[in-house]
């Protein structure tokens, strides 16, 4: 298990590796860069650099915590990339019905898959479910989302890199927000956060803001770390209800 500096969970657990851009919020994928790195390095599982790679050995990984952790699933790849085989999803849910004194955090960029996945299938009660929306080019994400039972639904508006305009958020319980990092990142203009949050604060949803990421809230670029998580005056870091 690695324990993650991601400060909206605790551990990662990546039955696959690898993906392929989508949409513009890949752009400068930071996963990626990682996966690069971590083959230069010979690490185990990386031998295929960011080609699409399944990673049967790791699957009962979560089987083996015996503390109640939340797992963001597969920070490393897509879990519903277009060469997922559902039989290998299916393995990959059944450790989650294994463990439910764990929580399960599963982002994706593929909705149709995911759609198609859910379709004749449920969601364990431990499975934490979200789409990324970093733009208003891909709120359509969101409704598909919508239509999926799920004890929490959330989205990751990260990097948010334009103006996401209005917000439709009946049905989720979580947003998390957050600037691009690294040395290509993309400016996040305060005034787009700042509308998410009024929002979420409108429609009674847990808000969460992870990061101004390369460019601080005065439009200077400097590190991640120099620019902290202070929004509006305070860290928000809000967690969502679950309803079922």
Avoid at 38 to 50: R, V
Avoid at 141 to 153: K, Q, T
Avoid at 207 to 221: C, H
Wanted: hydrophobic share 35%; with cysteine.
């Amino acid at each position: 298990m690695k324990y993650s500096k991601i400060e909206w969970t605790e551990a990662t657990w990546n039955p696959s590796t690898g993906c392929n851009k989508v949409s513009a919020g890949c752009k400068h994928c930071y996963a990626e860069t990682m996966a690069k790195r971590l083959q230069a390095m010979g690490a185990p599982g990386y031998e295929n650099g960011f080609e699409f790679t399944l990673m049967p050995e790791r699957l009962d990984m979560p089987l083996k915590v015996k503390k109640p952790t939340r797992f963001f699933v597969n920070s490393m790849s897509d879990l519903f990339h277009e060469k997922m085989p559902f039989n290998f999803l299916d393995q990959v849910f059944q450790v989650i019905e294994q463990t439910p004194r764990h929580s399960y955090q599963i982002l994706t960029k593929r909705e149709k898959a995911l759609q198609d996945y859910c379709s004749q299938r449920k969601m364990p009660d431990n499975v934490w479910l979200g789409v990324s929306v970093e733009s208003a080019e891909t709120k359509h994400r969101i409704d598909v989302l919508r239509d999926i039972p799920s004890s929490i639904r959330f989205l990751s508006i990260e990097p948010l890199i334009a103006d996401v305009g209005k917000l439709d958020l009946r049905g989720i319980h979580w947003v998390i927000v957050g600037g691009e990092s690294g040395p290509k990142a993309r400016p996040m203009c305060p005034e787009w956060a700042i509308s998410v949050q009024k929002q979420c604060d409108q429609q009674k949803v847990a808000f969460f803001f992870k990061q101004w990421g390369a460019w601080g809230a005065d439009g200077v670029k400097r590190s991640k770390k120099a620019n902290g998580r202070i929004f509006l005056g305070r860290e928000w870091n809000e967690e969502p209800v679950p309803t079922l």
